[in-house]
């Protein structure tokens, strides 16, 4: 599916504050803006870092061996079910896959509180069996003879020992379940359905980044990699095994296998990111310091905080909201600047920035705010997101050049929020990989085609559980 064309964010204006304020800017401005230069320094970490998780276990970037072996060809059929957990909401769906590249899908969603992200993983599963249970009584699926297929997209860092069994090697995006790290999630939740006599077997453990590549794959056969940018950030693509040096497990079916890169932990080190004091200050409050920490530059689940970092630093040094009387309570509260307000904000175009002071107004309680404030508040989500955008390029740009994509191009899916509402992200992204892959540049939308790839989760673990059948088959 084509990415409806995202309008494009205006030319950032003049701050026209204080001396102050001014400088404030100017000196927040060159933390934030990345240079070519610094982003090809940070491309080419990117492709070295690869490399190693490629040939050496327990390296920074993981590199998992998704199990995953060979192309689909569009042509697959049959029923299967997908469950999404990793995400804001798990998810539940009913895929239908038609060959063509055609599916059909029908699906339930449901929340998970902070109380099941962070209480035994035993309460998380039986929780996702009933909703399971649930949606099977609605579809009318409760009483089928032969168990039904589910594919599980499960999407934390998981070393994966076969196509439906791994071990949660951390949580990740604010879950912390008790009784899960070091533990097979397929078997635990396995167990959850049997206790209930839920007539599923779970077939397939899928990564979303993996499950992304699949359902774009599915309708456009030369794609290479998959992206999530949405709440985290990861991406996975098809490398040659004769390139994965740590593959001791012999012979596979076929001579690719999709690699779930876990590239949000990219330079945990700190040796190459720009990483700033407001980004510092992000982690050190996170649920876990220190790691992710290209996924806490560029995701949706921490920009907004970023954004809220600068902004109640300018209100330590009485440079923004010094109004007498003017409420800053919310915006002094943890997670209150959601990243959605900066799509919001960056696609205001007025001269008065009126988007702007309603967010501000309606979400915040921010009253009063004058036109400099507003103007402020804008630049600083577009450094914030563009940054964001460039970083995502040099992890694509990377990924373009170790798999030697050339003028016949290669299409990359991205599923995510980030990626499908704010505005000018893709064409930020675009740029950045254009100067990051220079004999390209006069052509980069036609040569790195980046695309909506919806669903990546819900049809591409169905995707996933129809390879594990062909794979089962050849063997
Ligand atoms: P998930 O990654 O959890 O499957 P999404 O792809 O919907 O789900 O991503 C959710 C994330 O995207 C949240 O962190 C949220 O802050 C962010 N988000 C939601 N809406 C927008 C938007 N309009 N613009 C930018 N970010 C958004
Ligand atoms: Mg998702």
New binding site residues.
């Given amino acids: 599916m084509a990415k409806a064309h995202a309008p494009k964010a205006a030319q950032s204006v003049p701050i026209n504050g204080s001396p102050e304020q001014n400088a404030y800017m100017e000196d927040i401005e060159k933390q934030f803006i990345i240079d070519k230069d610094q982003l090809t320094a940070i491309k080419d970490h990117f492709i070295v870092e690869m490399e190693k998780g490629l040939n050496k276990d327990k390296q920074t970037m993981v590199m998992i061996p998704s199990y995953v072996e060979g192309r689909l060809t569009g042509q697959e059929q049959g029923h299967y079910l997908a469950l ?1 957990l ?4 798990l998810r539940v769906v009913l895929v239908t896959l038609e060959g063509h590249g055609k599916f059909k899908t029908v699906s339930t969603k449901a929340r998970v509180s902070e109380e099941l992200k962070t209480g035994p993983m035993r309460d998380l599963c039986d929780y996702i069996a009933d909703c399971i249970d649930t949606f099977l009584t609605e579809q009318n699926l409760s009483n089928v003879d032969e168990d039904l297929p589910l594919g599980y997209t499960f ?1 934390f860092p998981v070393l994966q020992s076969k196509i439906n069994r791994g071990i949660l090697t951390t949580w990740t ?1 604010g879950f912390n379940c008790t009784g899960a790290v070091g533990k097979d999630p397929v078997l635990l939740l396995q167990d959850a359905l049997l206790r209930k006599h839920i007539p599923v077997k779970i077939t397939a453990l899928v990564n ?1 980044t993996v499950g992304t590549l699949l359902s774009n794959a599915y309708q456009k056969p030369d794609t290479v990699a998959g992206l ?5 950030s990861n991406g996975a693509y098809i490398e040659q095994m004769a390139k994965i040096g740590k593959w001791k497990e012999g012979p596979t079916t076929a001579s690719e296998m999709v690699i779930n890169m876990e590239f949000g932990a990219f330079d945990n080190e700190r040796v190459i990111l720009p990483v700033t004091r407001f980004d510092n200050k992000l982690d050190r409050k996170s649920i876990n310091p220190h790691f992710q920490i290209f996924e806490k530059l560029i ?3 921490y ?2 905080e970023i954004v809220r970092n600068v902004i109640t630093d300018m209100m330590d040094r009485n440079l923004l909201f010094g109004q007498p009387g003017q409420n800053t309570e919310a915006i002094s509260g943890h997670y209150q600047f ?3 307000f ?3 904000i960056e696609s205001d175009t007025s001269a008065d920035l009126s988007t702007v002071r309603d967010i501000l107004d309606t979400n915040l309680n921010l009253t009063n705010v004058d036109d400099v404030e507003l103007r402020i508040v804008k630049r600083i989500c577009e450094l914030v997101g563009t940054r964001a955008s460039r970083l995502a390029a040099a992890a694509i740009a990377g990924i373009a050049l170790h798999t030697k994509v050339d003028r016949k191009g290669a299409d990359i899916g991205i ?4 990626y ?3 505005p000018s992200f893709e064409d930020r992204i675009y740029q950045g990989i254009a100067e990051l892959m220079p004999d390209y540049a006069d052509d980069i939308q036609n040569i790195v085609r980046l695309g909506l790839a919806r669903d990546g ?1 819900g049809v591409g673990a169905a995707l996933t559980a129809c390879v594990a059948d062909k794979m089962l088959k050849s063997k």
């Avoid at 990793?86 to 909401?89: D, P, R, Y």
């Avoid at 999530?228 to 985290?232: P, Q």
């Fill in positions: 999404d990793g995400g804001t909401n999407s995006k979303d999530i940018l949405g709440t985290g995701s949706g689940m920009l907004g959601e990243t959605s900066m799509s919001s599923d995510g929020s980030l499908e509402f704010y989760s």
